[in-house]
Structures are given as C-alpha cells and as structure tokens.
T-cell receptor, first 109, second 119 residues
Framework: GQNIDQPTEMTATEGAIVQINCTYQ??????LFWYQQHAGEAPTFLSYNVLDGLEEKGRFSSFLSRSKGYSYLLLKELQMKDSASYLCAVRGHTDKLIFGTGTRLQVFP | GAVVSQHPSRVICKSGTSVKIECRSLDFQATTMFWYRQFPKQSLMLMATSNEGSKATYEQGVEKDKFLINHASLTLSTLTVTSAHPEDSSFYIC???????????????FGEGSWLTVV
C-alpha cells in the first residue's frame, strides 16, 4: 500500500519557526511536493524535491531524505497568513500525486 | 502562465440527479488530467486519472459507474457524479500537467475546485 503521514495539527507563534514532517512509503517515487491550502481553495505550490537535501526558497525550506522516506517543510518568521493546511504529496511513476494526510497549522499572535 | 479552470465553482443538486464538473486547460494541452475529492478537514484523495481519447483509470474503491469521466479533447475533462447522494457532497478538484517543457515542480496545475452539495 501507500502511506504518506503528517501530523494532523500544529500550532505556533507569530515570528517563530515551525517544522512540518512527512513520512512516506509508496510504490514509486519521482519527487515530493509541498503545497499550502487555505480552506475551500486550490492548493498552492510551495516546493518540489527530487534529490536528497535542502531546498530553500525565501521563508520556506523543504528537505528530503529518500533513503528514510522522509521530508519536512520549514517555515521561518511565521506570519498570521501562514495559518493554513500544508500538504505533502508524492509523485509516482506517472504524473499523479498521492497526498499525505495534511497538517493544519494555526499561527497565534 | 498556464491555468487550469474548473466550472462550476459551486453547485447544489437534488439527491438522485447527476451533475457535471468541467476541467479545462486554458493555454496548454493536457493528455492526462487528474480528479481529486476532498472532504472537510481532510486531504486530497485521488479519484481517477483522465486519459484523452481513452478510458479513465480509477483508484481503488472509486466507483467508475458513479463517477463518469470523459476526456474528449486535449483541453477538457469532465467528471459526472451520477445519482448523487448527500454523502457525495465534497470539494472536487482537478489537476493537469503542462508537458510543454521539462518537468518542474510548478508545471502541475490545479483547478479552482468545485463545491458540490447534494440535498
């Protein structure tokens, strides 16, 4: 089977740093995505990792370890607008994406 | 840039009726599109892969006779929820990949999503 697990909910304080983890066991792997999604809206692309290591993009960074089936999304200098759901998704041998359970992040002042 | 458009954004239908949702790629051709369903406070669940000119491929547990998918052109896929029931009420969203250039993380595009409420 395919399993992609994330913590269900996280809370953090404005200005802080938060790390959202994602572990996966899938039948194929051609990269891992992170998306941000606000309720009732389409997901917004944040990052894509296909090789091991850290990809930094402004306040957001994403890390991948293929041997461990593990990724994390790091959000720095948290802002209130970062309150959203964060979804990791694995791309298999085709272009279809299998999504993780999603993490709802609440940022407090 | 490339955009995927969905219509309608919201629809209410009566139990037992059918409703069609369209997914269009606006400035690129998409031989493959994907349909997802999302229940409140849950993640996106892949329902099926829509293949232009051939039958859709459904994920395990998704009823192909209930969720009819047609991909008649390179820019349009439709999802028809037949004999809708209240438990089909959900957020349906499609995606497509722009294969014009090399693959990168931002060449998979999502539609705006469609809220279906069955009463």
């Amino acid at each position: 089977g395919q399993n992609i697990d994330q913590p269900t909910e996280m809370t953090a304080t404005e200005g802080a740093i938060v790390q959202i983890n994602c572990t996966y066991q899938t039948s194929g792997f051609n990269g891992l995505f992170w998306y941000q999604q606000h309720a009732g809206e389409a997901p917004t692309f944040l990052s894509y990792n296909v090789l091991d290591g850290l990809e930094e993009k402004g306040r957001f960074s994403s890390f991948l370890s293929r041997s461990k089936g593990y990724s994390y999304l790091l959000l720095k200098e948290l802002q209130m607008k970062d309150s959203a759901s964060y979804l990791c998704a694995v791309r298999g041998h085709t272009d279809k994406l299998i999504f993780g359970t999603g993490t709802r992040l609440q940022v407090f002042p | 840039g490339a955009v995927v458009s969905q219509h309608p954004s919201r629809v209410i239908c009566k139990s037992g009726t059918s409703v069609k949702i369209e997914c269009r790629s606006l400035d690129f051709q998409a031989t493959t599109m994907f349909w997802y369903r999302q229940f409140p406070k849950q993640s996106l669940m892949l329902m099926a892969t829509s293949n232009e000119g051939s039958k859709a491929t459904y994920e395990q547990g998704v009823e192909k006779d209930k969720f009819l998918i047609n991909h008649a052109s390179l820019t349009l896929s439709t999802l028809t929820v037949t004999s809708a029931h209240p438990e089909d009420s959900s957020f349906y969203i499609c995606s497509a990949r722009d294969r014009t250039g090399a693959f990168s993380g931002n060449t998979i595009y999502f539609g705006e999503g469609s809220w279906l409420t069955v009463v």
